[in-house]
């Protein structure tokens, strides 16, 4: 059996996440499901004794039904939100992620069976320009994608409300 690397105390919610910016001609890639009112990228739970960049394949892999390769960890995000849905429900939520790009494949096709909880998961192409039009997670993804960068950012966002 595998275990996240996270844990609750109380009403606070502790993760450690790894995931992906994968773009393609000038889309970013996204996931969804039928309960949650939002996007949010692809990726997951590092499990105890996996590395970051084992995790972020796996998801992946898991979740596009594509074996794709990183290019370079890109962003170490610090996240703070309160959770007002789903099994989160109420708790103060602390998240630590490691953003691997992904190398491009020169396609958009998927082959996505993706499953959360039980819950159908749906991929989306967004288009990066238009980001802002959307209720996708992370923020910073937009401004991201829309500049340069060479090393390593380290990101802060608190979405507490």
């Given amino acids: 059996m595998e275990y996240n690397c996270g844990f609750t105390n109380e009403n606070k919610w502790f993760r450690y996440r790894a995931a992906a910016i994968i773009v393609e001609d000038g ?3 996204f996931a969804g499901n039928e309960i949650d009112d939002y996007y949010y990228s692809i990726g997951g739970a590092v499990h105890m004794g996996e590395t970051a960049e084992a995790a972020v394949k796996r998801e992946v892999l898991e979740e596009t039904g594509v074996p794709y390769e990183i290019d ?3 962003v170490i995000h610090e996240n703070f939100f309160a959770d007002n849905q789903g099994g989160l ?3 103060d939520c602390h998240e630590i992620a490691f953003y691997f790009l992904m190398k491009s494949r020169g396609t958009r096709e998927l082959h996505s069976d993706s499953y959360t909880q039980g819950v159908k998961e749906n991929m989306y192409w967004l ?9 996708a997670f992370p923020t910073f993804m937009k401004d991201y994608l829309q500049n340069e960068h060479s090393g390593v950012e380290h990101i802060v966002t608190d979405e507490r409300i």
């Fill in 72 to 74: 370079r960890l890109a």
């Fill in 89 to 91: 429900k109420g708790l």
């Fill in 127 to 135: 288009p990066i320009a238009e980001l802002d039009k959307y209720k």
């Fill in 27 to 29: 889309y970013v890639l």
